[in-house]
């Protein structure tokens, strides 16, 4: 059979049953000095700012993750270091991935390991020169093969991100001939529509849910088409002195939804107008809209705008609603294009709303709300300002 790339990584490092032994003894002294490790670890890294960002969740997550870390060293020095474990690692490298931790912090971070092992192993064995010597060349080699296993889960994600990216560009060449190609079938179809419903007579009722039925699908297709030229043009923006309530209003009209969808709105009428281009804010927010219609479209439920002027000469909108929400795996995508769960839509709405509030001097950002729900917080500033990026301060 051919040999797992773990296998691979340990013949590389030499790690032998000889290390395995030495990993398994030196289980029995360093385990009463996990929990203590565990401190150390994040004690450190709690001391750097761009660590301490990651721990978002404060105490209460350092708390657990002190816990899972001497979960992890058990696992390290007892073994057995099979397929499954080299899977529950890749699990634990992924975890990483997907918070965006920087990649560079893993060093330092196994070194902090390292160090505390190997000050126990040289006090445990002061009188065992052999024992000392197998036990820290078994941690520097299972430490070497945790190092290796994480910077290959960053791997997986760049190759990942890579294969995204080059299938953009086909895409991005392709999407423009064929955009200008449907819109003349659409065209005719629209027309045709509009003459039969013109003509005199009245008309049965299947026959006029049929032909709304086309109209709405012709409007979806239209829809789609106009993204995907969007995402690929860039228009460039009109600016001029924009009414967001009056934005809001015609987005409201254009997105149709249920009767069960209750959407409501607050503070726009009371925001100063922003320098941006009418139509394009418009699809900001017909995107998001249809976005958490679709998202309650079976179950009902609400969306709603809150907003409200922020300094310096900021406007914050913050949109939420009932359904479901995001999880946590989508969320690291969400923006990107061609990101999608639905089975209606190719997935660029988010990433072209992000790209139009960023070319106004914005910002957009998910923040899951407490309980379920998604909400999506943009703000916009009130000068008009290119390509800037207001940050979205945590909500909730
Ligand atoms: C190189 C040494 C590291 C090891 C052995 C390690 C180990 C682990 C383990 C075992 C988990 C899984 C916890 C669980 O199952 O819930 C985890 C998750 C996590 N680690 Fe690390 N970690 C390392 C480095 C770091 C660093 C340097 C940071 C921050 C600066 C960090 C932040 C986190 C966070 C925030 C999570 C939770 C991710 C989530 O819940 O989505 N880790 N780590």
Redesign the pocket.
């Known amino acids: 059979m051919a040999e797992t790339l773990f296998e691979e990584l340990k013949r590389y490092v030499g790690f032998s049953s000889a290390d395995e032994q030495a990993l398994v003894t030196l289980h029995a002294t360093a385990k009463p000095h996990f929990a203590r490790f565990a401190r150390v ?1 994040y004690d450190r ?1 709690l001391e ?1 700012e ?8 404060g105490e209460s ?1 350092v708390g ?2 002190r816990g ?2 001497q ?3 058990d696992q ?1 020095l007892r073994g057995p270091w099979d397929e499954a474990y080299y899977a529950l690692r890749c ?2 490298g992924r ?2 991935v ?2 965006a ?1 920087p990649q560079h ?6 070194n ?2 390292r160090q505390e092992f190997n000050s126990h192993i040289d006090a445990t064995y002061l009188e065992e020169p052999a024992a000392l010597r197998a036990a820290r060349s078994a941690v520097g080699k299972i430490l070497d093969l ?2 290796a296993i ?1 910077l290959h889960t960053y791997r997986e994600d760049l190759l990942a991100q890579q294969a995204r990216s080059e299938r953009l560009s086909t895409f991005g060449q392709l999407v423009g001939s064929i955009g200008h190609e449907l819109r003349n079938p659409l065209g005719v179809i629209e027309t045709s529509l509009y003459i039969l419903r013109g003509r005199p007579g009245a008309m049965d009722e299947r026959t006029t849910k049929h032909l709304d039925r086309i109209g709405d699908q012709v409007g979806i297709a239209n829809r789609i088409v106009s993204d995907l030229l969007d995402m690929i043009r860039d228009r460039p923006l009109h600016r001029q002195e924009v009414w967001l309530d009056e934005v809001w209003q015609e987005a409201l009209k254009a997105v149709q939804r249920p009767d069960a969808v209750v959407v409501s709105a607050e503070g726009l009428t009371s925001l100063p107008a922003v320098q941006g281009d009418a139509g394009q804010l418009r699809q900001v927010f017909v995107n998001l809209l249809d976005n958490a219609v679709q998202a309650l479209e079976e179950t009902g439920g609400t969306v709603s705008l809150s907003a409200a002027t922020r300094e310096p000469e900021m406007v914050e909108l913050v949109l939420e609603d009932s359904g479901p929400g995001v999880s ?1 795996v989508i969320r690291r995508r969400l923006f990107e294009p061609l990101m999608t769960t639905k089975a209606r839509g190719i997935g660029l709405g988010l990433a072209l709303v992000k790209r139009i509030v960023e070319r106004h001097g914005g910002s957009i950002a998910y923040v899951p709300r407490p309980g379920a729900g998604a909400r999506f917080v943009i703000r916009l500033s009130l000068v008009a300002s290119e390509e800037t990026h207001a940050p979205v301060p945590p909500v909730g």
Request: aromatic share 10%; proline share 0%; hydrophobic share 60%.
């Open positions: 670890f890294i750097h761009g660590a301490r960002q990651a721990l978002e969740g997550q657990h993750l899972t870390l979960v992890w060293m390290l699990r634990i975890m990483h997907r918070i931790l912090y893993m060093f330092g971070a196994m902090i390991l945790e190092l994480m946590d």
